[in-house]
């Protein structure tokens, strides 16, 4: 098997588990945050930056790849692991989000999606066995199968149709999955936030017999609360002997709730867009590095962090380079914010181990002023 899941521990005080991925470019500890890498690069950091902030995996997009520079290339550069020079495991979604986040510039049918470049308007086709395809030369660790993403909220019957079809495509995915021992394909269960869909998407997606399975079509602007609902009664339809992947899911609050709930693998665009944007996370909440109020601060983004960026220059010098619009500024508030995930995530495994994550939960939440 091109990926093995090991449950080393269960948290005695609640459902999370501390484990290990074994995959062919390396072993990875989890709960694990995956910094996402849409176009084959984490935006404004290099591999080695990556490594040292400690990143176990990165996700790439499928659908961006295959639009610019193109599957076959990367394929003829090695794979992703070549041609972005990342020796650790790489995960590629299915490009399904963001096809059907193009809205009026694609049209579903059972076949597949029909969809317009956001880049120069030309029509493409995507069907599971393509989609499967274009990710075998990504040649990525862990592939997903091509599933709909419904929006939030949604009627219950799209929901159904759509769960169902996406059930249809996993099998699709699978048959033209060539099992070489060096990619493994996971299943997304879908159903929106209604309970008896995804249970029905869970149960379903398990018996189609997989390596790994993710939740989707969840931090797609529902409530926190309802988020926590849906994993409530969907994580233990999952098996216990097998990953479990929380999409699109990167905030401190998500990250530690999920992880209470039993989920594995967690990715999102969040720390490295805010990060661009002057804000960062700390041990006392976010900060808007950007503001006034630091232009004469010569404390570091966070006394507690040990990442490049606090080891070296203050709130006042990071501030005037943002406000000067120098690369550097956003680079170093984008180390800071990964570097910062990378801490939590091992935090809450050192939690787990010690069965005390409900309390780290509670210590947190009351100094990030959730």
Known sequence: MAVRYELIKECSQTGARLGRLYTPHGVIDTPTFMPVGTQATVKAMSPAELKEIGAQIILSNTYHLYIRPGHKLVEQAGGLHGFMNWDRPILTDSGGFQVFSLNDLRKISEEGVEFKSHLDGSKHFFTPEYVMEIERALGADIIMAFDECTPYPCEHDYAKKSMERTIRWLKRCKESHH????????????????????????????EVELPGYAIGGLSVGEPKDLMNEVLDYTVPELPKDKPRYLMGVGSPDCLIDGSIRGIDMFDCVLPTRIARNGTVMTSKGKLVVRNAEFSEDFLPMDENCDCYACRNFSRAYIRHLIKAGEILGGRLTTIHNLRFLQNLMGQIREAIREDRLQSFRNEFFENYGY
């Not at 099992?179 to 879908?190: D, R």
Request: hydrophobic content about 30%; aromatic content about 8%; glycine content about 10%.
């Open 179 to 206: 099992n070489t021992g060096k990619q493994a394909l996971f299943g997304i269960v879908q159903g929106s936030t209604y309970k008896d869909l995804r249970i029905e998407s869970a149960r379903r997606t398990v």
